[in-house]
């Protein structure tokens, strides 16, 4: 599965981006996606996360009602709306694809062992 991961960029305070990421997976429904995103200095951390249909959804706290996940089955994509944005969102967001081998996605959902696939990543930067 290749990822690649677009749409970041420089937004003031309290801006909106989307964030895209486009997979060429075969059965890219067969895959949980999710986002995460690394700040410089600071360790990889989980954004959000849908199931294979997106009937489910997670965030991290801090971007809950301001980030929204969805993707689209049917074109490969997966997206992630920032609305709100602050200027401690300022990151390299990359997308990632569940490991199908692991089972336990819906507990795990926001570890980063449990993602086998990663796209290069987009950044984003949020001025105050």
């Known amino acids: 599965v290749q990822l690649q991961a677009f749409g970041g960029g420089l937004v003031q305070a309290g801006g909106s981006l989307r964030l895209s990421c486009a997979a060429s997976?075969?059965?890219?429904?067969?895959?949980?996606m999710a986002w995460f995103r690394q700040a410089p200095g600071k360790e990889r951390e989980f954004v959000a996360a849908?199931?294979?249909?997106?009937?489910?959804?997670y965030y991290k706290d801090s971007v809950k009602g301001r980030f929204t996940i969805t993707r689209e089955n049917a074109k490969n994509m997966v997206y992630l709306s920032m609305n709100s944005l602050r200027p401690e969102d300022t990151a390299v967001y990359y997308c990632?694809?569940?490991?199908?081998?692991?089972?336990?996605?819906?507990?795990?959902?926001?570890?980063?062992?449990?993602?086998?696939?990663w796209g290069q990543g987009t950044k984003v930067t949020v001025s105050s």
């Open positions: 997976a075969r059965t890219f429904s067969s895959y949980a």
């Open positions: 990632a694809a569940h490991d199908p081998l692991k089972t336990g996605w819906r507990s795990q959902y926001s570890a980063r062992d449990e993602y086998a696939y």
């Open positions: 849908i199931s294979w249909r997106g009937a489910s959804t």
